[in-house]
């Protein structure tokens, strides 16, 4: 089992930054990729970023060149750095986790962010 928490949500003007981090513990040493996806009210979960073991990021388009994600594998933490933030990027995020060999995911509890007008 995997534990994911999530912090550093919250409100933020637009062209604002936030940066997100999530903490892994439990069984860490299976942990594949990581990454973040978003929820807005009345939309399906989307990815955000998704970083490899190995560090190799992938964006969603929406979020390339104003998003990075970066992974500390010694401290089992994952974070979004997110800048240039517009209204549509408010959305409850979501941290997730992928083990390979156990062909299972896991999902912390989210946290808001929010982004004013």
């Known amino acids: 089992q995997v534990r994911l928490v999530e912090s550093g949500g919250g409100l933020v003007q637009a062209g604002g930054s936030l940066r997100l981090s999530c903490a892994a513990s439990g069984s860490v040493l299976g942990i594949n990729d990581m990454g973040w996806f978003r929820q807005a009210l009345g939309k399906k979960r989307e990815l955000v970023a998704r970083?490899?073991?190995?560090?190799?990021?992938n964006y969603g388009d929406s979020v390339k060149g104003r998003f990075t994600i970066s992974r500390d594998n010694a401290e089992n933490t994952v974070y979004l750095q997110m800048n240039s933030l517009k209204f549509e990027d408010t959305a409850v995020y979501y941290c997730n986790a992928f083990v390979a060999q156990a062909m299972a995911e896991y999902w912390g509890q989210g946290t808001q962010v929010t982004v004013s007008s």
């Open positions: 970083i490899s073991s190995g560090g190799m990021p």
